[in-house]
């Protein structure tokens, strides 16, 4: 069973901290990791990707890997209220052949005004 | 028009009732998956498809089954409900490589 472990929170920060989102998982040879935003009650939206170890930046988001500790993590730059969600970590593993999803928990993010 | 419609949106069904929960997607990905959340678990892979003729069983599929009559339809099927199936059944799809998911709005089920 191949496992991604998230904080499930919830993590509060002030508006315009940075807010910080770990994921670990235990399958060494996983190529691929994604986070994703969720409202309560809506399905979840693609934030950001990352496939090779170090950082990526899409605006506010960073992504960070770390293969050789199997970690992943999301940086959220000047927390808005609107990114109040809960945040969901899937690392692609392979399965007879073919690569497949597996999802953490989730962490729940409240920024606060 | 969304690209990936799931019908019906909410059910409420009694135990032991068949019923089945379906996904159309206007994408024209290969790739088709059925999620199951629930509160404090995420989500969790039931079946996924890679094609028409190609269905994989995900990490909980007992008491569930699947059918992927087209490759823009993948219907999910309980055969016989049970209380704690009650869930947030989310349908998605990708494209060849797999990786990003493109998620319907979820159907509420609740078996009473």
């Known amino acids: 069973q191949k496992e991604v472990e998230q904080n499930s929170g919830p993590l509060s920060v002030p508006e315009g901290a940075i807010a910080s989102l770990n994921c670990t998982y235990s399958d060494r040879v996983s190529q691929s990791f994604f986070w994703y935003r969720q409202y309560s009650g809506k399905s979840p939206e693609l934030i950001m990707s990352?496939?090779?170890?170090g950082d990526k930046e899409d605006g506010r988001f960073t992504a960070q890997l770390n293969k050789a500790s199997q970690y992943v993590s999301l940086l959220i730059r000047d927390s808005q209220p609107s990114d109040s969600a809960t945040y969901l970590c899937?690392?692609?593993?392979?399965?007879?052949?073919?690569?497949?999803?597996?999802f953490g928990r989730g962490t729940s993010l409240i920024v606060h005004p | 028009d969304a690209d990936v419609t799931q019908t019906p949106r909410n059910r409420i069904t009694k135990t032991g009732k068949r019923i089945m929960l379906e996904c159309s997607q206007t994408k024209g990905h290969d790739r088709m998956y059925w999620y199951r959340q629930d509160p404090g678990l995420g989500l969790r892979l039931i079946y996924y498809s890679f094609d028409v003729k190609d269905i994989n069983k995900g990490e909980i599929s007992d008491g569930y089954s699947v059918s992927r009559q087209a490759q823009a339809k993948f219907s999910l099927s309980l055969e016989s409900a049970i209380p704690n199936q009650t869930a947030l059944y989310f349908c998605?799809?990708?494209?060849?490589?797999?990786?990003?998911?493109?998620f319907g709005p979820g159907t509420r089920l609740t078996v009473l």
């Open positions: 990352i496939y090779s170890n």
């Open positions: 998605a799809t990708s494209d060849l490589f797999g990786d990003t998911q493109y």
């Open positions: 899937a690392v692609f593993h392979a399965s007879g052949g073919s690569y497949i999803p597996t």
